[in-house]
């Protein structure tokens, strides 16, 4: 009740504001009132998720993107692909023997860049799993909105980082506003026609020096539209991004004393290629824990490198983890 009442308050823009302004006071974070607080939250969550397997985990079904956002590292990548339909099914049977009911089929890429895609909410939606996924939207068409709510998609969340049209396109650089906002009226219109709630259509806006100044205009088209509207703070790509995010963003805030990361106890990621990654800001797969292919949901998430990694954090020891070293993205452990 708790975590459900933090994240209603956290989807308002005063919300946002707020919890932000908190989070990012060091005299707050860094108080031994609050730091005791928070220790004592982490360490009983730790214990707790230690006992388990991943709270969901993200598969990338594939790496195809069609956009060059100017906060985002894809244009770096070498290996590009798309996940095996066989491979897809085996992961989706191992989250089922392990009762992991929550998986997002996305993460470095375009889901609709996926031909399978329809295919693969139908696996897992009658594996009774509850299925998301992130998209920029702009390849969702009539045809594609249908599929995805025959399918029984339960949400999608979609990139979305201006206002205006000329904002937009200058960050989501090979997209076009008017027809990305098209595609998400579309999708709600379809949904209202055929009289279905699924999917939950969210929207997700990065705060940047580029739209900071249009987050109240934002909010105030698309509240009452969708579902949800979600602001987030700009971090690093553990540093493959040399692009500051706004002065307010926390990540970029160096005062604030760091803490374990959460992704690693709570999320596993897998790529299109079955190699299980340490978080969703490995894109390149500077840390892989094994790879699903030939090995099991269990024998990595229970393994001894991730063990290690995890110790290290624990103990404050970035520097023993080249990807965490150079990582400025801060948990909210609140939130577990």
Known sequence: MIKKTLRKIRS?????????????????VNSSVYDKSYNKKIRKTINKLEKEYPTGVDIGTTNLC?????MCPHSKLKKMGTMDMNLYKKIIDNCAKLNIK?????FFGEPFLDKTIIEKIKYAKEKGMNVGFYSNASLLNEELSKGIINARLDSITISFDGATKETYEKIRKNLKFEITKKNVLGLINTKKKLNKKNPKVNLVLVELEENKREIKQFYKYWKGKVDGINIINMRNWANEIQKEGTKESFHFNKKISRKPCALIWSKMVVDWNGDVVLCCDDWNHSTVLGNLKNQTIEEIWKGEKLRKIREAHIKGEFYKVP???CCNKKSVWWWY
């Not at 929550?102 to 996305?106: C, H």
């Open 12 to 28: 308002t823009r005063i919300g946002y504001n707020i919890g932000r302004k908190i989070l990012s006071t060091p005299l707050i």
């Open 66 to 70: 069609n956009a060059a956002c100017i």
């Open 102 to 106: 929550t998986i997002t089929l996305s």
């Open 323 to 325: 990807l965490c070293s």
